[in-house]
T-cell receptor, first 111, second 113 residues
Framework: QQKVQQSPESLSVPEGGMASFNCTSSDRNFQYFWWYRQHSGEGPKALM?????GDKKEGRFTAHLNKASLHVSLHIRDSQPSDSALYFCAASPTGYQNFYFGKGTSLTVIP | AQTIHQWPVAEIKAVGSPLSLGCTIK??????LYWYWQATGGTLQQLFY??????VESVVQLNLSASRPKDDQFILSTEKLLLSHSGFYLC????????????FGPGTRLTVL
């Protein structure tokens, strides 16, 4: 069973629009959550970490965590064509041992 | 300068042949190291992690092994490749504390025929 489930599988937004990603985990031991982005042919790059309930904002990116419902989300405002990539949610119980990634959401930003 | 280097960039190997992939981290003291496997367009499956030199923990059993002979080096290997080993292999590092975010290398593309 996939421990981290992401939705949607794919997403298209117009340039300047808002892109939203969702992630739900099935393991209440998860305490640490991250969002990663991967452009084709490259390794993933970390976008944000979030470990506490509530919102965390970094530039155009906002993450939200609700540990009670095991739900984490990512929102990108003012989306740019360069944001087109595969987005992964990741979770871990300890932050440095086992990591679980979702299946990813493919984002296409249409100019 | 690039912190993480993976080699080779790509490999084409025959079923049953041995494999060795490498990863070197520069300029970071005692990093946590990780190996991941990724099918084309797919999710990342963690294979191994290492917190200290000489100690490696396996996360999944895929007929692969890993070693950490030096603080800055992580090796992934197998004696007999299977078709299912094809994919993208990624090495990553993180440091204790702060955000624990992982920094991934450029990856090695492996094709097993």
């Amino acid at each position: 069973q996939q421990k981290v489930q992401q939705s949607p599988e794919s997403l298209s937004v117009p340039e300047g629009g808002m892109a939203s990603f969702n992630c739900t985990s099935s393991d209440r031991n998860f305490q640490y959550f991250w969002w990663y982005r991967q452009h084709s042919g490259e390794g993933p790059k970390a976008l944000m970490s979030i470990f506490s309930d509530g919102d965390k904002k970094e530039g155009r990116f906002t993450a939200h965590l609700n540990k009670a419902s095991l739900h984490v989300s990512l929102h990108i405002r003012d989306s740019q064509p360069s944001d087109s990539a595969l987005y992964f949610c990741a979770a871990s119980p300890t932050g440095y041992q086992n990591f679980y990634f979702g299946k990813g959401t493919s984002l296409t930003v249409i100019p | 300068a690039q912190t993480i280097h993976q080699w080779p960039v790509a490999e084409i190997k025959a079923v049953g042949s041995p494999l060795s992939l490498g990863c070197t981290i520069k300029g970071k003291s005692s990093p946590n190291l990780y190996w991941y496997w990724q099918a084309t367009g797919g999710t990342l499956q963690q294979l191994f992690y290492s917190i200290t030199v000489g100690q490696v923990e396996s996360v999944v059993q895929l007929n692969l092994s890993a070693s950490r002979p030096k603080d800055d080096q992580f090796i992934l290997s197998t004696e007999k490749l299977l078709l299912s080993h094809s994919g993208f292999y990624l090495c990553a590092w993180s440091l204790w504390g702060s955000s624990y975010e992982q920094y991934f290398g450029p990856g090695t593309r492996l094709t097993v025929l």
